[in-house]
């Protein structure tokens, strides 16, 4: 096992569609297709996103993570987790999780009780109320003590995405290919 930072731009737009996809399913509406254009347009075109795939052995993909930097580039956010292999790899989303907490400072957020227990499984080992029940994960080499210290993960506006590709078909064609196109390019090995 190994975690991949995916930089050549076309297995990052592969892997990017692909994560959008299982991360919001498939009954999703534009939603998919809005992150996956505003992370590019927006977020990797600032240098502020980062696709990360944890592979097995052989170099197969198994789990995707989307993270991306605060507003002061001291800490990383993951945005989407999907796990794509459960039977070779037990747990695979956790296992990445894991690994980046390790190395870096990561922030994790969620609303369910049921993913803040996995998460601290995976390494995540303090938390904060941040309020409307969402809680607030902190890796180990998050430096945030408290919400008041806490950054904003830079960001992109979905209904903007979305309002854009009403009124613009042609930029709404053009990523709409290029998402499909990147979910029959998935690579096999990384």
């Known amino acids: 096992m190994r975690v991949v930072n995916i930089n050549n731009?076309?297995?990052?737009?592969?892997c990017l569609a692909r994560l959008c996809a299982e991360a919001y399913g498939h009954e999703a509406g534009l939603r998919p297709l809005a992150t996956f254009a505003g992370t590019l347009a927006v977020l990797v075109e600032q240098e502020a996103?980062?696709?990360?795939?944890?592979?097995?052995d052989q170099a197969r993909p198994v789990a995707?993570?989307?993270?991306?930097l605060d507003e002061h580039g001291s800490s990383m956010t993951v945005m989407l987790l999907a796990e794509l292999d459960q039977q070779?790899?037990?747990?695979?989303?956790?296992?990445?999780?894991?690994e980046l907490a390790l190395k870096a400072p990561l922030r994790v957020d969620t609303q369910d009780d049921e993913q803040k227990r996995r998460f601290s499984e995976a390494g995540i080992s303090r938390w904060l109320?941040?309020?409307?029940?969402?809680?607030?994960?902190?890796g180990p080499?998050?430096?945030?003590t408290s919400l008041e210290d806490l950054p904003q993960a830079l960001a992109f506006d979905e209904a903007s995405v979305i309002q854009?590709?009403?009124?613009?078909?042609?930029?709404?064609?053009?990523?709409?290919?290029?998402?499909?196109?990147?979910?029959?390019?998935?690579?096999?090995?990384?």
């Open 9 to 14: 731009p076309h297995q990052r737009e592969a």
């Open 49 to 56: 996103a980062r696709v990360l795939a944890l592979v097995d």
């Open 64 to 68: 995707l993570a989307l993270l991306v």
């Open 88 to 98: 070779s790899v037990t747990r695979p989303a956790e296992r990445l999780v894991a």
């Open 129 to 138: 109320d941040g309020g409307a029940g969402v809680h607030i994960g902190l």
């Open 141 to 144: 080499k998050h430096p945030a």
């Open 164 to 190: 854009s590709f009403k009124q613009d078909r042609q930029q709404f064609d053009d990523y709409k290919a290029r998402f499909i196109r990147g979910l029959e390019a998935f690579p096999a090995t990384l």
